[in-house]
């Protein structure tokens, strides 16, 4: 049975918990109150009757004007074709601090949006595996730690512009290549069997 005189007891749910463990409690009606940094302080009365009483749950508001994440948004382009929008480009945004991975690929009109990215986090964003282009690779972002107006809600500074990767040539592709008959292999081959002939008509 329960006393209907409840004794003062500090009942403050611990962080992340919602249940009193072993906690004494009476017959009687309680006021609960919560505090979270970034959510509306508020408070209720319950009433605890003898026996199971069940679960109680709680719904913490956010306050407005104090946003807690940060879109990262951005468009791909075509650096060698008058920089128009590449559709269905990879990026992806790793996050360092929990080590999750997030993949998209860019739409119709190359742009791209990783939504709700929780602040003060680090990350790595990449963006290209498209075959015969340049890539960025695990670019370094960290989201602020505090967002004080509406326009920041969102970073969209992430674009990118692709280029095509120029072939790698060395002098023994070079050289290798002229033996087989290109034009310019043509070319020096002709002008030197015309020197040989020069000079074996002077020594005639």
Do not use: C
């Not at 979270?36 to 199971?52: P, V």
């Not at 650096?79 to 080590?99: A, K, P, Q």
């Not at 972002?141 to 004080?148: A, K, L, R, S």
């Amino acid at each position: 049975m329960l006393s209907k005189t409840p004794p003062l007891k500090d009942l403050s749910a611990r962080p992340a918990q919602s249940l009193f463990k072993e906690a004494q409690l009476y017959e009687a009606t309680y006021k609960v109150k919560w505090v979270k940094e970034g959510f509306i302080t508020d408070s209720t009365e319950i009433i605890l009757e003898d026996g199971d009483n069940g679960p109680l749950f709680f719904y913490l508001q956010p306050e407005e004007g104090i946003p807690q994440h940060q879109d990262i948004a951005g468009i791909v382009q075509n650096g060698d074709n008058n920089y128009t929008l590449m559709s269905g480009v990879d990026v992806r945004l790793i996050n360092e601090t929990i080590g999750d991975t997030l993949f998209l690929v860019t739409g119709s009109d190359g742009s791209f949006i990783f939504e709700d990215q929780p602040l003060d986090t680090d990350y790595l964003f990449s963006v290209g595996n498209v075959s015969g282009m340049s890539t960025f690779k695990n670019v370094p972002y960290t989201t602020p730690d505090e967002i004080e107006i509406e326009a920041d809600t969102i970073n969209d500074h992430f674009d990118a512009v692709l280029k095509t990767i120029p072939a790698t040539t060395t002098p023994q592709h070079i050289k290798d290549t002229n033996r087989q008959g290109t034009v310019l292999g043509k070319w020096l081959s002709s002008i030197i069997l015309m020197i040989r002939l020069t000079t074996r008509k002077k020594t005639r």
